[in-house]
């Protein structure tokens, strides 16, 4: 080969290397600013961004991980995952990830179902979120990636919504028996004082007709009237009275109320009403007969003003398994409604279920618009003292 050949080649072969040599600088450039974005992005993340590799070993430690955990990056970087759970679960985290690494998912959501904990450096324990990636790197090694979130504070708000919403479960459930016993206290005073007085006031005007001359005096007519118009306002108390306490209830239990309730209302309404009561072993407790006589009640009143029916029947059943319960069921042929609608407009419908869940039972409606209205309420016949 020539010389002048040879050194044309050498030239173009070194400019071949000084080109390739630029190209790798550009790409290391670029990777050193793909490295900043990343280390950018991890540095500000609220959430704690831990990678581990193969054996489980901590390769990279995030600042929100630091605030989350309490260590610094240089005391966990190299140490086994487990320092940042709870020691009872470690061993189950550790084979977790392990069939993670060996299945088909490329990322998965940790502890749906059950709640993950993680363990800070203090060696307090919180509640977590977090899900899980791997990426297989070229010397066949596994990094995995997982993001993961305190929610001490969400849980603390759930705990809370939970604790309230039991108490104002309580309270309702306390109002209710106040209002019962102020009920039953004004029935009683009602009853008893009204009641008396106006007996003693027509006894009275009795004694007065018979003394202020024969039946045809004008004095004696206007006697009577008054005589009359006390009888009509003792009716009204004694229906007043009952009212507000089914006084039928004390005195022949259940179903003879529902029975009377039932033909006042059809009376009232126009609606026609039936009822099939199967007698429970024992008499329902006085709480319990309240509670469903007012559901009824509820129940009923609702049919009336809402449900344009023709026809509503109560049923009263006992049920043995698993536990004596009765369950009631009161179901119209009206025009139905939107359940969703309904919540949170009135009391009524919370207020019978309240009665309902005070008694260790449930309630729930049936409804659609056009299908009328089913509310079954099931309530154990006994219950642990409360
Ligand atoms: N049997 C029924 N048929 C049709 N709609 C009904 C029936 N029962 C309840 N509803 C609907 O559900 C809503 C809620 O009932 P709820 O008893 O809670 O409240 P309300 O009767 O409107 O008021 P209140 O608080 O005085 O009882 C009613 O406004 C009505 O639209
Ligand atoms: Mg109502």
Redesign the pocket.
Known sequence: MRIPDELERLRARVSELEERQTRARETEKELQVSHARLAGILNIAQDAIISIDSEQRIRMFNRGAESIFGYQAADVIGQPLDVLLPKRSARVHRRRVEEFGKSGHVARMMGERQQILGRRKDGSEFPAEASISKLSQPDGQIIYTVILRDITDRKQQEDELKASREELRRLAAHMESVRDEESRRIAQEVHDELGQSLTVLKMRLMAIAGEVGPPDHPLHRKVQEMIDSASGIMQTVRRIATQLRPSLLDALGLEAAMRWHLQEFQEGTGIQTELEFEKPEKEPDSQLSIALFRIVQ??L???A?????TRVKVELAKVQEPVPFVRLIVT?N????D?R??HG????????KERALHLGGDLS?Q?EPGQ??K?VVCVPLERGGD
């Open positions: 509820e129940a009143t609702n049919v003003r809402h449900a344009e029916a119209d009206g025009k139905g409604f359940i609608r309904a407009k009135s009391l009524g419908l919370v207020g019978m409606i409804s009328g209205t509310i």
